[in-house]
């Protein structure tokens, strides 16, 4: 099918919930994927901080055809090595206990807010708990997801949601000490917000959150779905910030390209929370989706990409900050290891300047705010990242 024909089908069968860009990518390599009509694409958005390792990296695909050869599925019922290895990977890189894992990032905050939720319950046995999370944070789509998700843009259609929900400010740690009281059981944000326009949080202030979950028993969710696996320069970049979360969220990278996310619990938690019936999923950590998890791990330590991601994103920052120096529409550059933003004046939107980075062949995305969002591949090179400075330097 070429690309008029593929757009018309899909706009005409699939419910509009996205607003594509005017391609049909075929294939991918590397740090390339190339439509139907054979033009090539440098790919600066990895599926939205998926493809970690880029197209068909060497050792992957291969991993996931051998698992395929044995079973692609089979019910949480039952034991699978595929489970053991990815879990032992998972629960060790982030120096938690216990892992559950799901389908998607939403369904790990949908888990951890059970978890957090369920903890609260067996202390007292109320049902009044509240959560707080942060303003201009980004948690995913589900109920539970988007009601801790401080943006009225994604929530005001959908109204009532899950209840006992208030907003602080995110980097302030008095706006948040404000609305704690004797209810409240979890703190919610992201290390790194994401869709929210690449705002980093203060050393500080993750710092201040964690003495006040520990000095009040509330549960300290850490929502890492964007900025982990590697993303920051470390596994997960909570480790930048001298604490540790009671449940890490995470996803996306988790499994370079197979739908699958998890919630990652302490021993305090996985011991007082979430029991046989309390949770479940039915294509969650399957055989085939933990084959890539554990492989991704695996291919992490051969190919030292965290090693990697600490020399290239200094680059990256560099020639950002050579960008912006150069061009009077970038207002602000902020963010960790390859998660990056570049904030745009209101009179250059910054839907126009991905456009026109889309016709001189390179596919970057926005965050919100007006910024311009950098989450490639993490095996970049100074070259690639070269070529796509040059390309947004002329589309600026």
């Not at 319950?121 to 944070?137: C, P, Q, R, T, V």
């Not at 998700?149 to 404000?178: C, W």
């Not at 960008?323 to 290891?337: C, E, I, N, Y």
């Amino acid at each position: 099918m070429n690309y008029t024909e593929i757009a018309h089908d899909v706009e005409k069968y699939v419910l509009h919930t996205y607003n594509r860009f005017p391609i049909a990518i075929e294939s991918g390599q590397g740090m390339r994927v190339k439509d139907v009509a054979g033009r090539e694409y440098l790919d600066f958005m990895a599926g939205i901080a998926v493809y970690a390792l880029g197209y068909h990296y060497p050792g992957y695909d291969e991993a996931l055809k051998a698992q395929i050869d044995k079973v692609l599925h089979t019910s949480n019922l039952y034991y699978h090595e595929p489970l053991a290895r990815a879990a032992k990977a998972v629960v060790e890189s982030s120096g938690l206990d216990k892992v559950f894992f799901t389908n998607s990032g939403a369904e790990a905050v949908e888990g951890a807010l059970k978890a957090a939720r369920k903890y609260a319950w067996l202390k007292d046995g109320k049902n009044d708990h509240e959560i707080i999370a942060m303003a201009g944070s980004f948690h995913g789509r589900s109920v539970g997801a988007l009601s801790v998700t401080g943006n009225d843009h994604y929530q005001e259609p959908f109204r009532p949601l899950m209840g006992g929900i208030k907003f602080a400010e995110f980097n302030n740690l008095s706006s948040v000490e404000a609305l704690v009281n004797e209810t409240t059981c979890a703190i919610i944000l992201e290390t790194v917000q994401g869709e929210g326009g690449i705002h980093p949080a203060d050393k500080d202030f993750l710092q201040g959150i964690r003495k006040l979950c520990d000095e009040k028993d509330i549960v300290l969710i850490l929502d890492e779905i964007q900025c982990g696996m590697g993303r920051t320069g470390t596994m997960w970049a909570f480790e930048q910030y001298g604490v540790k979360p009671d449940i890490l969220c995470c996803a996306k990278a988790l499994g370079c390209g197979v739908p699958v996310g998890a919630f990652v619990l302490n021993e305090k938690l996985a011991a007082a929370s979430l029991a046989p019936g309390d949770h479940g999923t039915t294509y969650g950590g399957n055989p085939f989706v933990l084959a890539a998890v554990d492989t991704v791990f695996k291919l992490f330590e051969e190919a030292d990409i965290l090693d990697h991601v600490g020399k290239i994103s200094g680059y990256l920052a560099e020639r950002l900050d050579d960008l912006a120096a150069r061009h009077d529409s970038v207002k602000a550059h902020r963010g960790l290891g390859l998660m990056r933003g570049l904030e745009l004046a209101p009179d250059c939107p910054v839907g126009q300047v991905t456009s026109k980075a889309l016709e001189k062949g390179l596919l970057i995305i926005s965050a919100g705010g007006n910024v311009l969002r950098f989450v490639p591949p993490l095996i970049i090179t100074e070259k690639e990242v070269d070529e796509a400075v040059a390309i947004l330097d002329e589309c600026l």
